[in-house]
């Protein structure tokens, strides 16, 4: 009896306990909800531009969602890119403060942000910058405002762009764990860092046209808002011109070197405010609340945004991965509705699984029976990536996007070697010759990598088929410019694999054209769990983001990039339509 008390008893505190959190959860939700209403907005006011968190194109979550703040780890650049574009049409907004030190974004993200704040200043409004220490990134950011400040104690990083492509030919060697490759015969700079210890020529060349591209488009930029030619701006970067404050402002790269709060009464002059003036800052996370709540498009048809952005997995994908799961529901989910007439797929990825690839441009296919499918492309639309957006009506890139790498390959681990360093022997049994597939333990056998190698063939083809139905080229034509070679924008629009240089709105104003529509919303797709939803996940456990925060802080940056990238070549099943190497921009 006092056993069924006891469980009764506790059954009831239980139930208690969940109630209690529930109440407390919505009591939280509707303060912080309440909160928006208390961001206000004061004549002669500055939108703080200040990006510490990694910028993804879209985070997904509900714009009303009051917990988002608190588990989202990235910030969205379609949010970001409002917030500046509300913030031109309000009154009490007067300029921008570009506050920033190591931004998170890809070039091409950086140069959207970029253009917005053009924009922005198209209205009279003005735009200054300040930071300790300014990356190239960062620099060409700022590079868009009337007056650039750095600290005095700062500095500037103006040097031209580099890369760096790891190889691991000697790591294999040494510890017997080796990746086995197979690759199409022409392919010649995929996974080429597990074939050799150096860089082949024809790497070399791509790579330096490749960067030689995006800095030829960021110098030329960064000539009109700083009032200097490309030429001037070469010898800066060859003679380090910019690697003090005092050698920056000599060179014209900054107009100021002062400490902040001499920055915050500059930030006041501009307002024309007296000294003794408070200066009224708001946050752009702040902001973004109450943009978010402002559409900035209407009317009873749609256009739908679908975010394609991370590495194209096999299976349901996510917020930072593309799987076919979640991109197909959500093609599903606009093409069989009725008030979408046309559809913009935002891609941002380096490619990955072919099959999940294949299996998104067939769903993509299917929709574009029904209604236009425009391709926007941000920092990177490669391999896989440039699969999913081959068969597009029309396709749009970034001058900066990296796209292209038309190619396949697979690779397999092997621990033949090492199991026989420590002392491990595999035996297998089979009931047919070839019922044992392959063993991590045992060399692999010219039957495999003949069935492999042909399954790479097969899936080459296949992607220079997907392209040239695309793209309206003959297969001859693609497999010239293919072979794994990457592009900059500007020359992908060059050779015909793209169509017209523009960002997401140039897209979206060319689905609407094709829908011949004049008023139209906006629905993003896919939708992810909400902060609630999140909250509830993460009391299972430590989140695996929280897991690989906590590696890096303990091995160190460079150590846990080395380690991520084996890591992720371990995981990857079936033949993979990727970016031939991991390309590091500096």
């Known amino acids: 009896m006092n056993f069924l008390r006891n469980l009764l008893a506790a059954i009831i505190g239980c139930l208690v306990a969940f109630g209690i959190i529930f109440v407390m959860f919505f009591v939280f939700a509707s303060l912080l909800s309440g909160a928006d209403d208390a961001i206000v907005v004061k004549n002669k006011s500055v939108l703080e531009l200040q990006l510490k968190l990694p910028i993804n194109d879209y985070v997904g979550g509900a714009t009303d969602d009051p917990f988002a703040e608190f588990f989202d780890k990235s910030q969205g650049l379609d949010e970001i890119l409002d917030a500046i574009a509300v913030a031109k049409e309000d009154d009490d907004i007067e300029g921008i403060s570009i506050n920033n030190n190591f931004l998170l974004a890809g070039l091409a993200q950086t140069q959207v942000i970029r253009r917005a704040l053009e924009d922005f200043k198209s209205e009279g409004k003005f735009v200054y910058a300040y930071a300790d220490f300014y990356t190239q990134k960062d620099y060409y950011l700022a590079s868009v405002a009337d007056s650039i400040f750095l600290n005095p104690v700062g500095a500037l990083d103006f040097r031209g762009l580099s890369s760096e492509v790891l190889f691991f030919k000697d790591l294999q060697e040494k510890t017997g764990v080796k990746m086995e490759v197979i690759r199409h015969g022409k392919y010649k700079s995929a996974v080429e860092p597990y074939l050799s ?112 952005q991370g590495e194209i997995i096999y299976g349901e994908g996510g917020p930072t991965m593309i799987g076919q799961g979640v991109m197909n529901e959500a093609i599903q989910k606009a093409k069989n509705d009725d008030a979408v007439k046309a559809i913009v797929l935002r891609v941002n990825s380096p490619g990955g699984s072919a099959l999940s690839s294949d299996i998104i441009w067939r769903e993509l296919e299917l929709a574009k029976e029904k209604k236009p499918v425009i391709v926007s492309m941000g920092n990177v639309a490669a391999s896989g990536g440039y699969y999913i957006a081959a068969g597009a009506d029309k396709i749009f890139a970034e001058p900066t996007t990296i796209t292209g790498s038309i190619g396949v390959f697979g690779v397999v ?68 410019m293919a072979q794994g070679r990457v592009w900059s924008g500007v020359d992908a629009q060059r050779i015909g694999l ?21 008023a139209y919303a906006i629905k993003k797709l896919p939708r992810y769990k909400t902060g609630l939803e999140k909250i509830l996940e993460d009391m299972e456990g430590v989140s695996m983001q929280a897991k690989g925060e906590i590696i890096k802080q303990e091995i160190g940056v460079e150590a ?26 500096k």
Do not use: C, H
């Open 413 to 480: 681990p092997n621990v033949t070697e090492l199991a026989k360093d420590i002392g491990i022997n595999a035996e297998q049994v089979g009931t047919n010759k070839n019922s044992v597939e392959y063993s991590l333990f045992e060399p692999m056998s010219n039957t495999f990598r003949s069935a492999v190698q042909e399954g790479v063939e097969d899936t080459y083809n296949t992607f220079l088929q997907r392209v040239a139905e695309g793209r309206g080229k003959t297969i001859a034509e693609v497999d010239s």
């Open 560 to 585: 846990y990039t080395i380690l991520n990238q084996v890591k992720t070549t371990f995981e990857q099943k079936g033949i993979q339509a990727r970016m031939p190497f991991v390309l590091n921009i």
């Open 197 to 308: 210890n150096e860089m082949s020529e024809a790497n070399r060349t791509q790579i330096q046209e490749l960067i030689g591209s995006l800095w030829n488009v960021m110098i030329d930029e960064i000539a009109e808002g700083r009032k200097l030619s490309t030429q001037e701006l070469n010898v800066i970067a060859d003679t380090l011109g910019g690697r003090t404050p005092d050698y920056a402002k000599k060179t014209g790269l900054i107009d100021a070197v002062v400490f902040y709060d001499q920055y915050e009464q500059s930030l006041k002059q501009a307002l024309d405010l007296s000294n003794d003036d408070d200066l009224n800052v708001v946050v752009v996370d702040d902001y973004v609340r109450r943009s978010n709540k402002r559409a900035k498009k209407s009317g009873k048809d749609k256009i739908a945004v679908i975010f394609a």
């Open 498 to 518: 793209v169509d017209a240089l523009g960002d997401l709105d140039d897209a979206i104003e060319a689905a609407a054209e094709m829908a011949e529509l004049n």
